[in-house]
């Protein structure tokens, strides 16, 4: 077992959506300085900055950490790390290891995205081809829509898996997301709308995608010395599992389409390092960018048996309060999806739902929420698992 | 569409040329310099089955700037009858036409064109027998 | 002399095709007139991601897996388009690298508008049979333009045929070939013009039946041959009613022009025109035929070829993606799916 010494103390997040009038720096700093704010800490304390951004912004500027560490009037050492669509959880691990290291005591995470930038479909299409195999499945023609429609088409051939169950996924994640006040869509949406809508890229039609868009999540992380220190803290959420893991990244190369090995493989290392096993979490947020994408994470991460993930959905059993609330958020789907910042906001939510403080959200008894940021078809996958709340003196 | 890798490539994207462990005989996509599954160095070239089968496909209608001419197509995992699989787009099929199982055969056509004054990318898809 | 010939073919056609009676509706004409006129019922369009380089490869694939020499073997590529790719870089060069040929050979885009296929085979014939190579590959193919509205916009088609042309396992020898050269502005596209211009009529008389009956005769006279002595005949197919009344000029029967003429559903293929013609009648000939064939390009000038069919011709067939697959094989199109595969919608 790990030692637990790296807790979250203070989370800030800007609304998700478009926001063409700001800056993927001030974007960021909005969301850094919400979190220096609920930490309660002084923001000299901080002492360095991770980024997790997949392109940061249409300024194509790489170093987005120095523009966002400028709005914010901060001058500490920052890195920007890149895993596809699951950077925000990549640089989460990176600050995690930072602490636990010993190195550092206090640490700003922050994930950012601007998208709205890129008004042309193709071009965010061509952002997300880098995420897959780009020589021997974007160039050949593959999009990553498309891999997931071959993922939907293994699923729905090997286990019976049907287009109402799918459908179901972004309904419910839409019902969700209604009480989300930082989430992009707001608002129910019927089933109909999603089975009867165009394909682009057949089974998965034109509504089932998460939404691209603009958006910045930030955490701070602290140590347990840190914190003693530090009196105005208020609240701790501990990192019981941190962990990732890899796989083929073009799908013709994987073994198997029905399953995503690196969330099984990075799922066993988190529940190991915390000490529990998938039921005992109670909730959790996972990278629904495609409703297939939600079906084989509550598979993967072991919430239920191999096959068995449309019917849970279709029964309700990922429901808010259901057998294990899946995306209280809204998820991608209705959140949206600023790549770099939902790997952020995803631990942003169960912190929240840890701490209690998820308004309508929030699920009825909670001791574990856990996350899952998958990058591209799931050639890199992040899980994160926190603990109840462990409110201090 | 650079041009040193457009150079490079070609061997792979015209010929589906991959390579064959002399030492654990495995035969893999794309080429490699050391063995993917045994890690020796001792490797040729050798080049794909150019038949096969369709093991799962998708209609693609939405797509980036570059493919856009083309949609709707057909993006397939193939099978080849040397085992191998690969990704690649099925053309001269009637979309309603393709199915799983489908036997298909390699043909050389353009991947993507840079505007109409860049370079154009030629490489494998596949057409039905 | 040693001799020299054909020693493997290949053809390909593209898959779509689209009717006269679809682009007549476009512009108000009347399709039966206009087929009278052209004797074409449609004709062939390549797909968008189709150009005269992957016609070609298709074409010399088909040659070269249909034979059973070693393509390594091949010291010289000539592609005869007008409608290349690339206005600078060689499309012969990614037709080398396509067969895994590189790279001890030579090679060159060829352009005489529909003859550039033939003027590459003479090429080839002439480095054979004076062993400066031992095999060279000649490629006529196009993806044809013709400007919307156009009475070329009927019958520019697209395809490309193949020749291997060697002296080891001749499937069909040459016994001759003559032609003739002129300065004649009949036809013609102006660099980066994106359609080529024609004198209407003046393409006719002056220009197709002179050079295609010049060449044509001039070859016979040299080989003491008479057309009774031909089983086949080919000419350049602009529509289907120029090579049919050029042959009837020469003394020719509709018997013998018949397996060549291949326009009528595929429609002009420009510099595969001819040769796909003589691809077709390569998959039916016995051995024994004998053979004229008489290519025409505007500009102008026409390359006339009398060859022999050999025993060997067997040993290369049948072959499945032969000429008749490609013409058999068809999806018709709407005007409007056409206009955007030839790039008219930008």
Known sequence: MVKRNAFIIGTGITGFGENYEISAGKLASQALTRAIENSKITKESIQSTFIGSLVSGSNSQASIGANCLRESNLKTPYVRIEAGNASGAAAFHQAYLGLLSGIYDCLAVVGIEKLSDFVNVGIVERILSSTIDYQWEFEMGATLTSLYAILTKAH????????????????????????NPIAQFRKEISIDRFLKAKRIADPIGKFDPATYCDGSAAVILASEEFILQNKDINSKVPILGSSYASDNLALHHRDSLTELYATKTAAATAYKMANIKPENINVAEVHDSYPIGEILAIEDLGF?????????????????????????????????????????????????????EAGKRQIDSINYGLTQNVMGTGALTYVNILGEEEVKK | MEPPKIWREKRGKYLAMGVECLDCMTKQFPFTENCVKCGSENVNEYKLATTGKVLYFSTVTQTTEEMMGSTPYLIAIIELDDGIKITSQIVDCNLLEAKEGMNVRMVFRVLARNGSEGLIRYGYKFAPI | MNKVGIVSFGSYVPRYRIKVEEIAKVWDEDPIELKTQLQINSKSV??????????????????????????KDIGAIYVGSESH??????????????????????AADLEFACKAGTAGMQMCFGLVKSQMISLGLAIGADSSQGRPRDPLEYTAGAGSAAFLIGSDNIIAELEGTQSVTTDMPDFWRREGAVYPSHGVKFTGQPAYFKHTIDASKSLMEELGAQPSDYQHVIFHQPNAKFPQAVAKMLGFSKEQIEL????????????ASSILGFANVLNHANPGDRILLTSYGSGAGSDSFSFTVTEEINNIRPYKYDAQYYLNRSEYIEYGKYARFKGILR
């Open chain 1, 156 to 179: 729905m051939r090997e286990f019976k898996t049907t287009l109402e169950q799918l459908a179901k996924v972004p309904v419910k994640n839409h019902k969700n997301g209604v009480n």
């Open chain 3, 260 to 271: 060549g003429l291949i326009c009528k559903h595929m429609g002009n293929a420009y510099s």
């Open chain 3, 46 to 71: 390549p797909g968008p991601d189709e150009d005269v380089a992957t016609m070609a490869v298709e074409s010399a694939r088909n040659a070269i897996s249909r034979w059973k020499g070693k393509e």
């Open chain 3, 85 to 106: 790719p690339y206005a600078v870089k060689p499309t012969a060069t990614i037709v080398a690298a396509a067969l895994d040929v590189e790279k001890n050979l030579t």
């Open chain 1, 304 to 356: 239920f048996e191999k096959g068995e993930g449309g019917r849970a959905v279709e029964e309700g059993l990922t429901d808010q309060n259901g057998q294990v609330s899946i995306n209280t958020s809204g998820g991608l789907k209705a959140r949206g999806d600023p790549f770099g910042a939902t790997g952020i906001a995803q631990i942003i939510e169960i912190t929240e739902q840890l701490r209690g």
